[in-house]
């Protein structure tokens, strides 16, 4: 019912950066819960960052001080604006949401994007 598409992925040289939007369409009944992931090859999938219902945000020490999640509320859109990209930031970073159960995030996502490709060349 959730559909959400990532954009803004590219290739570019260590210490660049990147914007990253994901959009969530369909009927949305209330505030979701946003979240990065990234997954590069031979390598699980990670978190990166997340924000909650009430915008609170965390982050994975990897990218802490690079990377920063915000959110538009009224456009249902997610942000990750990437600085000082590093070659081990290459991945595809794929964007996930679920709805809030009263008022808190499970991080159990239950939409996922197909994802965007991120690929940082030393």
């Known amino acids: 019912q959730v559909q959400l598409v990532e954009s803004g992925g590219a290739s570019v040289q260590s210490g660049g950066s990147l914007r990253l939007s994901c959009a969530a369409f369909g009927y949305i009944y209330s505030r979701l819960c946003m979240g990065w992931f990234r997954q590069a090859p031979g390598k699980e999938r990670e978190g990166v960052a997340a924000?909650?219902?009430?915008?609170?945000?965390s982050y994975a020490d990897s990218v802490k001080g690079r990377f920063t999640i915000s959110q538009d509320n009224a456009k249902n859109t997610l942000y990750l604006q990437m600085n000082s990209l590093k070659p081990e930031d290459t991945a595809m970073y794929y964007c996930?949401?679920?709805?809030?159960?009263?008022?808190?995030?499970?991080?159990?996502?239950?939409?996922w994007g197909p994802g965007t490709q991120v690929t940082v060349s030393s």
């Open positions: 924000i909650d219902s009430d915008g609170s945000t």
């Open positions: 996930a949401a679920e709805y809030s159960t009263w008022g808190r995030c499970e991080h159990a996502y239950n939409y």
